[in-house]
């Protein structure tokens, strides 16, 4: 059997990371976040979904996936049990798009037999089940309400009342009978006799003096002609390559989660001093004051870190054994207080100690 361990942070409008490890009996995985409520949770392997609930969170939440699953092909999407998208995270680049996420959400509420709840109906809810007083479904055909101009006029029976005549627009005055000019001269009718070939108009001389020499005009479709004659099919090919799309950095995937993290959580510059070139907020997952830092590093971004505070001991506590390393907040004080850190690549996200 192959060891392997690997941590994933989860974003959205929660936070929270999932730690999963290969053993003899499966993947054994652990979720923590700070989220209320009853909970479910999708994961996606390829082609295979798992479904997990109803739990809370915090504490955590401990589940398992079979050893045939793929580490690198996880997606994991945490949600209400009503449907509401809560956070997501995956090994795979490029991450699937949200609303693939949220329908594997509904894929694993239906998959749990959870059934929502009986929602209250509005008078919209009911409009189709009214019929109007006196209603009469053969009355559309007698008074044809979709008659169009395109549909003959159904035959009206005579009544006995004589009917108004329409309005009609009074005569137009007869137009004057004006004589020809006679410096214009009059327009012959475009009459052709029989066998007769039609005439073609031929250029005045004015316009022909000022037309260029013959030799010197090339037509059009010459000049097509020789561009396409000129290219070969290997050339042809070339010029017509489908250009590839760039490649998707872990960070990247999730820069838009990351920016919502730095503005909406305070600034922790304690770690900017100790680490150059980085940026640290403060995120608060509970009501007792427990928190976890987030970071980022260089500038393009060549790390994502997450930090845990805590006090120096020679291991680390048990769920980050493999992720983390110390780092003391005084370097005066190595052995104090300080936080173990974890680094993520931003290329591929995987873990680096």
């Known amino acids: 059997m192959i060891y392997e361990k690997r941590l994933l942070v989860l974003f959205g409008g929660a936070g929270g990371c999932l730690k999963a490890e290969r053993t003899s009996g499966g993947i054994d995985c652990k979720l923590t976040g700070n989220v209320r409520g009853e909970c479910v949770l999708a994961v996606r392997a390829g082609s295979e979904l798992y479904a997990f609930g109803v739990f809370t969170l915090p504490p955590s939440y401990a589940f398992r996936l079979p050893s045939s699953v793929k580490m690198d092909d996880l997606v994991v999407v945490v949600g209400s049990t009503e449907g509401k998208f809560l956070m997501s995270g995956g090994f795979r680049r490029p991450l699937p798009w949200r609303g693939n996420l949220e329908d594997d959400l509904r894929r694993a509420i239906k998959m749990l037999g959870i059934t929502e709840p009986e929602k209250k109906k509005n008078i919209n809810d009911y409009f189709l089940d009214i019929i109007p007083e006196g209603y009469d479904d053969g009355k559309v055909a007698e008074v044809n309400y979709y008659r ?85 099919d290997a050339d042809y090919g070339a010029k017509r390559q489908i250009p590839e799309l760039p490649h998707v950095t ?19 510059e304690t770690l900017e001093k100790l680490l150059p070139e980085s940026r640290w907020v403060k995120v608060n997952y509970d009501e007792k004051g427990r928190f976890y830092l987030v970071g980022l590093i260089g500038d393009p971004v060549r790390y ?34 300080g936080f173990w850190v974890m680094y993520q690549d931003g290329i591929s996200g995987k873990s680096i100690l």
């Open 250 to 268: 872990f960070y990247e995937s999730v820069k838009e989660q990351v920016d919502r993290l730095f503005a909406n959580n305070d600034r922790y």
């Open 148 to 232: 169009s101009n395109l549909t003959a006029a159904t035959p009206e029976e005579p009544s006995e009342a004589p009917r108004p005549m329409p309005f009609m627009p009074p005569p137009a005055p007869p137009e004057e009978k004006k004589e020809p000019r006679r410096d214009v001269p009059p327009v012959r009718e475009n009459t052709m006799r029989a066998n007769e070939e039609p005439r073609t108009a031929q250029p005045t001389a004015a316009y022909t003096a000022q037309r260029p020499a013959a030799d010197n005009v090339q037509s059009a479709d010459s000049e097509v002609a020789g561009t396409v004659s000129g290219l070969s």
């Open 304 to 337: 994502l870190c997450y930090g845990v505070p805590g006090e120096y001991s020679p291991t680390p506590p048990p769920d980050l054994v493999g992720y983390c390393q110390w780092l003391a907040i005084d370097e005066n004080d190595p052995s104090g207080k």
